[in-house]
């Protein structure tokens, strides 16, 4: 009798066991399982892969791009020419992460795949177009890679291309172009095809010492030997004024400053002086200040600047 009371009870235990997982709602982890296998879950879940992929790309380039920057500039400061090609890398390195992050993109999303397939394969006409658009993008970078292997200037040089007027110092050295930054503080954008195949006039070539001219008109009444005189005192006095000369030639008594009549114009005589200078832009100002300093002294030696007059002859 007690087996079988206790048969009854198992038997009553099973029911209820099976009318409670009846009432009783789904797990969650069943409800999670059902979602991410219907078609919003999955849509979901590519969304999220694709804000990693976009946040990890963000993030890698940040750190690749600060890493470089960090590197040109200490190469700057030192004045390697090996900044220019580090600056060049920094863009090839920053497209290369975008490509890859681009190209997880379209993996994960179906929708991109298939469109970006579709256009590649029955894209005959448009691979047409697309290539005459980056035929100028695909030559600035291949003269951006001629410049980096011939050097003929390097971030840090002061620049003139003369067919374009423009003057300044080579500020980087990107994919397509190179930035020029002037005397004014502006910025000129010129595709690495014009600079690679325009003559540029680098005054930090080679040598950064360079020499400027200072032409000075006096009239003929003045003393132009006294004015000779002045000129080179006024030229020698400057700090900034390098002394070109040679130990030979110091030896043999070369003056310090060259300076010379250079003509005899029309209502002028035409003096020059031979301004040397560490540098471009050292060179310049010292011209400015010795056309200052000159103006007083000339004055003060009554020595007659020569300027345009008009006679008027009345019969």
Same mark, same amino acid.
């Given at each position: 009798?007690?087996?079988?009371?206790?048969?009854?009870?198992?038997?009553?235990?099973?029911?209820?066991?099976?009318?409670?997982?009846?009432?009783?709602?789904?797990?969650?982890?069943?409800?999670?399982?059902?979602?991410?296998?219907?078609?919003?879950?999955?849509?979901?879940?590519?969304?999220?892969?694709?804000?990693?992929?976009?946040?990890?790309?963000?993030?890698?380039?940040?750190?690749?791009?600060?890493?470089?920057?960090?590197?040109?500039?200490?190469?700057?400061?030192?004045?390697?020419?090996?900044?220019?090609?580090?600056?060049?890398?920094?863009?090839?390195?920053?497209?290369?992460?975008?490509?890859?992050?681009?190209?997880?993109?379209?993996?994960?999303?179906?929708?991109?795949?298939?469109?970006?397939?579709?256009?590649?394969?029955?894209?005959?006409?448009?691979?047409?177009?697309?290539?005459?658009?980056?035929?100028?993008?695909?030559?600035?970078?291949?003269?951006?890679?001629?410049?980096?292997?011939?050097?003929? !200037?390097?971030? +840090?040089?002061?620049?003139?291309?003369?067919? @374009? #007027?423009?003057?300044? %110092?080579? /500020?980087?050295? *990107?994919? $397509?172009?190179?930035?020029?930054?002037?005397?004014?503080?502006?910025?000129?954008?010129?595709?690495?095809?014009?600079?690679?195949?325009?003559?540029?006039?680098? !005054?930090?070539? +080679?040598?950064?010492?360079?020499?400027?001219? @200072? #032409?000075?008109?006096? %009239?003929? /009444?003045?003393? *132009?030997? $006294?004015?000779?005189?002045?000129?080179?005192?006024?030229?020698?006095?400057?700090?900034?004024?390098?002394?070109?000369?040679?130990?030979?030639?110091?030896?043999?008594?070369?003056?310090?400053?060259?300076?010379?009549?250079?003509? @005899?114009?029309?209502?002028?005589?035409?003096?020059?002086?031979?301004?040397?200078?560490?540098?471009?832009?050292?060179?310049?100002?010292?011209?400015?200040?010795?056309?200052?300093?000159?103006?007083?002294?000339?004055?003060?030696?009554?020595?007659?600047?020569?300027?345009?007059?008009?006679?008027?002859?009345?019969?």
């Amino acid at each position: 009798m007690a087996e079988g009371l206790n048969e009854g009870m198992t038997d009553i235990g099973e029911a209820l066991t099976e009318a409670a997982s009846d009432v009783v709602s789904p797990t969650l982890t069943d409800v999670v399982s059902a979602f991410f296998d219907s078609e919003r879950g999955l849509l979901g879940v590519r969304g999220l892969v694709v804000v990693a992929i976009i946040l990890i790309g963000a993030l890698v380039s940040r750190v690749v791009n600060r890493a470089f920057l960090k590197a040109v500039n200490r190469l700057r400061e030192t004045r390697n020419p090996n900044a220019s090609v580090l600056s060049f890398l920094r863009y090839v390195s920053l497209a290369g992460i975008y490509f890859i992050v681009f190209s997880s993109i379209v993996a994960v999303v179906p929708v991109l795949n298939t469109i970006l397939t579709t256009l590649l394969t029955a894209g005959g006409v448009l691979a047409i177009v697309a290539g005459v658009a980056a035929q100028e993008a695909l030559g600035s970078i291949a003269s951006g890679v001629m410049i980096l292997v011939f050097k003929p !200037f390097i971030i +840090g040089d002061v620049l003139r291309v003369p067919s @374009l #007027d423009v003057t300044g %110092t080579v /500020e980087d050295i *990107t994919l $397509r172009h190179t930035v020029l930054k002037t005397v004014e503080n502006k910025r000129v954008i010129i595709p690495n095809s014009t600079m690679n195949g325009q003559v540029v006039e680098n !005054f930090d070539y +080679g040598e950064k010492q360079v020499c400027l001219m @200072l #032409d000075i008109s006096i %009239t003929y /009444e003045s003393d *132009t030997e $006294r004015a000779l005189s002045v000129l080179a005192e006024e030229v020698a006095a400057h700090p900034d004024y390098l002394d070109p000369r040679t130990p030979e030639q110091i030896a043999d008594g070369e003056p310090l400053v060259t300076v010379r009549v250079q003509e @005899l114009a029309d209502s002028a005589v035409v003096l020059r002086a031979l301004l040397w200078g560490p540098d471009n832009g050292t060179a310049f100002g010292m011209r400015c200040d010795l056309l200052r300093s000159l103006k007083t002294r000339f004055d003060a030696e009554g020595i007659a600047f020569a300027y345009p007059h008009m006679h008027i002859v009345q019969d």
